[in-house]
């Protein structure tokens, strides 16, 4: 598949349907295919395309059962839905936008139709990810901001619940930014920052991982299904890369380096637990971090 082109699924469980509209759409987008329902729900969650055409009569589970599971999914629920159907029926097409479809279309299709209004969602969709994107992205540094930080840890803190598998933290706080500030002005500690911020996603990787700036100068990463050493290892990694890195001033009359101060926790967290703990033990091992003399790793496996 192409990484330019838009991904449509298509869900319909008649091949004469399947082989229309893939007649119909594939000169222009990618697609993806499923026969039931069962089938929709995990594809749509393997290969998360970019809007799907659901029909509503299937063999295992209609269509309206199937678009109300995808929109109780993490993995599927921003996916746009349009329903396609052989049912002209004002009933249907009210409960199918009550259960969160964006648009109705009847068979037999129109190409016109078809592809005028799989082009309006697409640039819809692609309207709303980008507010999304500007809502979850701090834009200094272009990581996740804080908001997107609650929501992605909240996330994974119940499937450590759920799936009794530890989960890490880390805090990351530049040593001394103010006197670096005052020191070289508010570009060059923009600039600071913004290098910084390309350390985290270079040493936590996994999809699951999240590096995000969420405050002025502190950073921090969460690390799912991570045990203590291997959080302390990232931390390590983080901690010596940031402090090998040169940047010269906006001049280019000098060159300067500062160093991280961090706070690691690593919990398995039970149904009782609350996450704020969890967050306040990271956060005050970076303030011990501190007192201790900076650059520095100090945490705990509670």
């Known amino acids: 598949m192409s990484d330019n082109r838009k991904r449509i699924m298509i869900v319909d469980d008649e091949n004469i349907n399947l082989a229309i509209l893939s007649q119909i759409l594939s000169p222009e987008y990618d697609l ?41 999914s993490d993995a599927a629920k921003d996916i746009p839905v349009i329903i396609i159907t052989g049912r002209n029926n004002a009933d249907d097409e009210e409960k199918a936008f009550l259960l969160g479809a964006v648009d109705y279309m009847t068979k037999p299709f129109n190409n016109t ?13 692609g309207q709303t990810q980008a507010i999304a994107r500007l809502n979850l992205e701090d834009a200094l540094t272009g990581l996740p901001n804080r908001h997107r930080f609650d929501m992605h840890i909240e996330r994974e803190w119940k499937r450590a619940i759920r799936e009794k598998k530890p989960l890490s933290l880390l805090i990351v706080d530049i040593d001394r930014f103010k006197a670096y500030n005052d020191a070289y002005g508010n570009i060059q500690g923009d600039e600071l920052l913004k290098a910084v911020a390309t350390v985290f996603p270079k040493s936590a990787r996994r999809p699951a991982d999240l590096s995000a700036r969420i405050s002025g100068e502190e950073f921090a990463v969460v690390l799912p ?20 890195t040169i940047l010269p001033t906006v001049d280019g009359m000098t ?48």
């Open 32 to 72: 993806v295919t499923a026969m039931n329902g069962q089938d929709a729900l995990k594809r749509a969650e393997e290969n998360q395309p970019d809007l799907i055409l659901l029909d509503i009569v299937m063999p295992d589970i209609n269509g309206f059962d199937v678009l109300r599971k995808l929109k109780s």
């Open 225 to 244: 299904d991570t045990v203590w050493e291997s959080a302390l290892l990232i931390a390590e990694n983080i901690r010596k890369t940031i402090k090998s």
């Open 113 to 125: 139709i078809v592809m005028t209004r799989v082009k309006t969602h697409l640039q819809m969709a």
């Open 255 to 302: 060159q300067t380096s500062v160093t991280v101060s961090i706070g690691l926790v690593t919990k398995t967290p039970r149904a009782n637990d609350k996450i704020s703990d969890f967050f306040n033990w990271a956060d005050g091992s970076v303030y011990e971090a501190k007192r201790a003399g900076r650059d520095r790793i100090i945490g705990k496996v509670l």
